[in-house]
């Protein structure tokens, strides 16, 4: 059944509000910007109320069900984390106030740089980045003024594997430097031989997103952190899929030089939609002096049972600030007490499931769709939408039928260098009745690929729209509500 449209249930005279007069004069728009043939509908406040709320009920979050989108690590966020997000001294706290009346919110961040060092192995940390990319290119640029510091003015270039994320070679281009793809062997790890063909004198650094895209831990990387010190280069740690290390390795303990943090990801705050995100980096002792600045420090000690006052401080050799203030603040609340209500061993706990429940998936899986690289994974594994014996259906076709199941799709079509690609990353926050529900219903998927394909390919039957135009759907957007020529698709 298709819901009527708010012009639908307009009905002429009918009012939601009885406002007073007026007690100052009416502001008159001129003459020619205002329009009094407006077709605005016309609705009772019960009917508005009801319009919305039916809107909000199609809507699919990770508190309705499971979001198993590989790469974005789509967990459950706690709502103590809310709540402690909105406390009215830290949701009210200005940042133009001065340090000495916001020594609550610093001590917070203060604190939570020192959790991160300690959890990635660095020896400093900036909470500034706005989010995963942003620390990216925080990052390269921290690399670029370090070869830049010494004198080494020939270093132009980054190196990227081909399983990496899309984001960082845009971030090294934007930074001005050249990028070099290095492809996958056999295993799924870096080629090894090809990487050091063209690690030399010119290189700035090579950019690592271990585990990498296909939810590989790279094999070599202890081969691959000297090989790229060798040649003078540093080596980027690419922390979006860090889920999967808590508590278990420390990137920084395995010749990393410097890392982003993804907060809204690893340490559970909701995003999607275009945000709230933050995305710190970590750095080694010999790139500390490079930080954005200025960073929260302690700049005068404590006596006896007083707190220290802690304040602001800009590395000597600092690339400079990276954005307004310090960040998003209300994001670095929430991974403060995601963390502390955690501690070690429940962090060590969030590794340990999420790696658990992908290869658990996986297996039950890989006999029905191909796992290129089927070995034990991470926290994510890749799988190909589409079989021989039924050359109609894609990956796409496979997405489109899970939401007649009552699942948000996996990622589609990423990384590329796997064919008709399903990313799969349940997270930790699934319970196994959730993983076997999904997985019954992929498997059913596979089966009517196979023996009903129309099923797939004109998916999705019971979604409050059909199938949209892959390309019209994002260059013909319909961003207000129309009363005739609104068409449902």
Known sequence: MTEPTIYEISVAGRRGANLPDSDVPALRLPAGLARADLPLPELSEMDVVRHFLRLSQMNYSVDKGMYPLGSCTMKYNPKVNEDMARLPGFALSHPLQ??????????????????????????????????????????????????????????????????????????????????????????GNIDLEAFRRVCDETTVGLMLTNPNTLGLFEEHVLEVAKAVHDCGGLLYGDGANLNALLGVVRPGDLGFDVMHYNLHKTFSTPHGGGGPGSGPVGVAAHLVDFLPGPLVGIVEDGEGDEPPLYGFITPAKSIGRMRAFQGNFGVLVRAYTYIRMLGASGLRAVADHAVLNANYLRVRLNKAYHVPHDRICMHEFVAEGQWKDAPGVRALDVAKRLMDYGFHPPTNYFPLIVHEALMIEPTETESKDTLDAFADALLRIAEEAKTQPELLTQAPHNAPVGRLDEVKAAKELVLCCRPVEMKRA
Do not use: C
Request: net charge negative; aromatic share 6%; charged share 20%.
């Open 98 to 187: 001065d340090s000495e009346f916001s020594q609550g919110a610093l001590a917070l961040m203060y604190q939570l740089q020192e959790w991160l060092k300690e959890i990635g192995g660095f020896a400093g940390i900036t909470l500034q980045p706005a989010a995963g990319a942003h620390g990216e290119l925080t990052g390269v640029l921290i690399m670029r003024a370090y070869h830049l510091a010494r004198g080494d003015t020939k270093r132009n270039k980054i190196l990227i594997p081909d399983s990496a994320h899309g984001t960082n070679p845009a971030s090294s281009s934007m930074a001005g430097l050249e990028v070099v793809e290095i492809p996958s062997d056999a295993h």
